[in-house]
């Protein structure tokens, strides 16, 4: 499956978010999404420990292990910052996501700050 440029008025919820459970900063994202999604319109997906499962949802499991994973309910599929875009405008925090991604700041996990 192609991966997708976000844009956020084309979103279509349940969004699953696909990661791997042994990256500690990926671990730290689906804690806070998960704190966000009181609708219940993300879904989590680890693939730590059944990396065969990752055809399931169009990725392979390599792809995973370098970076998170998004695909929502019409099929799209998105990659690294695109999917976290992606959860983060799921939850309603489409305006904070698009913050961190201002010239100047640097995103990681659920921090920002200037960039170094």
């Not at 730290?28 to 966000?36: A, D, I, N, P, Q």
């Not at 399931?56 to 995973?64: T, W």
Request: with cysteine; aromatic share 8%.
């Amino acid at each position: 499956m192609k991966k997708m440029t976000f844009d956020p008025d084309k979103l279509q919820t349940p969004v699953t978010v696909i990661y791997d459970g042994r990256d500690a900063a990926s671990v730290g994202e689906v804690t806070f999404l998960e704190s966000k999604n009181k609708d219940g319109v993300l879904a989590f997906v680890d693939l730590s420990a059944s990396a065969d499962r990752a055809s399931d949802y169009g990725v392979s499991a390599e792809a995973v292990q370098e970076q998170m994973h998004a695909r929502d309910a019409s099929g799209q599929l998105f990659a690294g910052n695109e999917a976290l875009y992606a959860a983060h405008a799921a939850v309603g925090l489409a305006a904070w996501f698009e913050m961190c991604r201002l010239p100047g700041f640097r995103s990681v996990g659920t921090g920002i700050g200037p960039k170094n």
